[in-house]
């Protein structure tokens, strides 16, 4: 019979075992990302009352606001400064001001009625002869007249300046509207003015005729931020998980929507609340579980304004930290990881330090994951800002779908889950990068440059599938309604192999002949579909 003393001896060794196990499985349930508050991030960010979150507005402050509150809660402490805010200023739009005009032979044109200014125009006073601008060559101090659409008018303006032009008048035939909203975007080097049919027919043909303009614009300017946020020590290395916050509000004509003529809140749900809620997220995983106090390194989180602007917060922020000496270890991107769909994920910038290929195989084993990688640290999202500045950078994303920058990107289309599981994977990463044997070394890569939007004259009205690489073509992600490639019967999944008889082998090759076409010109594209190829005619 157990005697007495030796029975609470077990039930005592029982216990504390109990409580040890019981105490590792908390800490193994903590660091597993909670889907509840994943979903109640991406709905917040979401949500209708922000708006789409467009830069500088009232709701973009809020937003910024409620990103600051999470990183306050994980225990975090502010990366620059002594405010998780880092604040900085945008270019919000260009409009015209009160006061512009236009003067043919001694007549004062009706602004509204007969000419409007493009906001994008020079404050400026400009008097000379009207000429029409088609076939003429150097044409000093001539104002030209071109009779062409609006969308066309964006490539010539640089072409008119440097033949000598002061200001170009044109008339759109296929639009019943001379009017400008308020437009964001590059100023042109000259004014530019939209003209009414009747005013077109004094000048068409006509050359010689005599001309004031008078523009008179502005840039609006506001404040948007970044917000970012480091565990509370002295270590200096540590690695960044970021993404950025901002969206494209009611979108509109040059906001990037897909659907610029819809004025609806474009809600950018998995682009990018997802990457928000992750990485903050991960800061509360890891904060709860004391990460850094005892390891080699600390980690950090951002949140970037303005990225749909031309990456200007991520810039900005990678600027101040260069000058502070602060720079990560590591930059970790996630952008648009809220559609997980047949387990494949996307990860960028295995390039640019060594090992990282076998790092993430290995992390990978526990995931399961359908890993695609791709070597390149550079692309249009922020982790490009901190490849420019030799940091080795890691890019996720659950890749492209047809609400992507559309009114319908919404929070309930979110495969919550499968965030988890991807917010779980990038934890999982940030642990192993602060094991003493985790020293990523920059590598330079020899990358492909894409040529700029504005050399576009032309677009098929495709959006790129970033999770193909094989090095075969470019696989074509959703198309839009009513463009060249769907009224051509181009579909999601085709694989461009060459297109006006050059080579297509990646994104970069297709972007470079896209940047060759002129608009007009019919161009044939071979494609294959389903491992047979095929072939069609455009015209762009």
């Excluded at 008179?216 to 020590?233: D, E, F, H, L």
């Excluded at 004259?457 to 075969?472: A, H, N």
């Amino acid at each position: 019979m157990i005697s007495k003393l030796y029975a609470n001896k077990i039930i005592y060794t029982f216990l504390i075992l109990f409580l040890h196990f019981f105490g590792l499985n908390l800490v193994a349930q903590e660091m597993k990302a909670n889907a509840d508050s994943l979903t109640k991030m991406v709905f917040t960010l979401a949500s209708d009352s922000l708006k789409g979150r467009f830069p500088g507005t009232f709701e973009d402050s809020l937003t910024a606001a409620y990103i600051a509150g999470k990183m306050s809660q994980a225990g975090l402490i502010p990366l620059v400064g002594d405010s998780y805010l880092i604040p900085f200023e945008i270019t919000l739009y260009r409009e015209v001001c009160e006061n512009s005009s236009v003067n043919i032979r001694g007549r004062e044109l009706v602004a509204g009625e007969e000419f409007a200014v493009n906001p994008l125009s020079p404050v400026a006073f400009v008097k000379g002869e009207v000429v029409d601008a088609t076939n003429m060559g150097m044409a000093q101090g001539k104002i030209a007249f071109l009779e062409i659409s609006r969308d066309s008018v964006v490539y010539k303006v640089t072409d008119l300046k440097e033949r000598g032009f002061e200001a170009l008048l044109f008339y759109d035939s296929t639009s019943s509207s001379i009017s400008f909203g308020k437009i964001n975007g590059a100023g042109f080097p000259l004014p530019v003015l939209s003209v009414s049919s009747g005013v077109a027919s004094e000048l068409i043909g006509k050359s010689g005729t005599k001309v004031t303009v008078s523009t008179n614009t502005r840039i609006v300017k506001a404040k948007t931020y970044n917000i970012a946020g480091i565990t509370p020590s002295e270590k200096k290395n540590y690695t960044l998980a970021g993404a950025h916050y901002d969206h494209l509000g009611f979108g509109g004509t040059g906001s990037g929507s897909v659907r610029p003529g819809e004025d609806k809140i474009h809600p950018g749900a998995d682009d990018n609340a997802s990457g928000v809620s992750s990485v903050l997220e991960v800061a509360r995983l890891l904060a709860a579980n004391k990460f850094g106090d005892n390891s080699e390194k600390g980690f950090a989180v951002a949140a970037f304004g303005a990225e749909e602007r031309g990456l200007i917060g991520s810039a900005i922020l990678a600027d101040t930290l260069m000058k502070l000496g602060r720079l990560p270890d590591l930059m970790i991107n996630l952008d648009m990881i809220g559609r997980l769909r047949d387990n494949k994920l996307q990860a960028g910038g295995v390039g640019t330090f060594g090992g990282a290929d076998s790092l993430l195989t290995a992390i990978n084993g526990d995931f399961g994951f359908d890993l695609v990688t791709t070597k390149e640290g550079s692309g249009p999202s922020d982790h490009s800002s901190f490849n420019s500045k030799k940091i080795p950078v890691l890019y996720f994303t659950t890749g492209v779908h047809s609400e992507y920058h559309t009114p319908a990107d919404s929070a309930a289309l979110v495969n919550v889950e499968g965030l988890a599981k991807v917010t779980d994977f990038i934890a999982t990463i940030i642990r192993h990068s602060a094991t003493p044997t985790f020293n990523p070394q920059y590598i330079q890569l020899e990358e492909s440059s894409m040529p700029a939007r504005t050399s576009f004259k032309v677009t098929l009205g495709i959006i790129p599938d970033f999770t193909y690489d094989k090095g075969d073509g470019f696989r074509i992600g959703p198309v839009s309604d009513g463009r060249p490639a769907q009224k051509a019967g181009l579909m999601e999944g085709d694989i461009i192999v060459e297109m006006g008889g050059r080579k297509i082998a990646n994104i970069y090759d297709y972007m470079s002949a896209l940047g060759q076409i002129k608009k007009g010109e019919i161009v044939e594209i071979c494609f294959i579909r389903a491992g047979s190829q095929k072939s069609v005619k455009i015209e762009l």
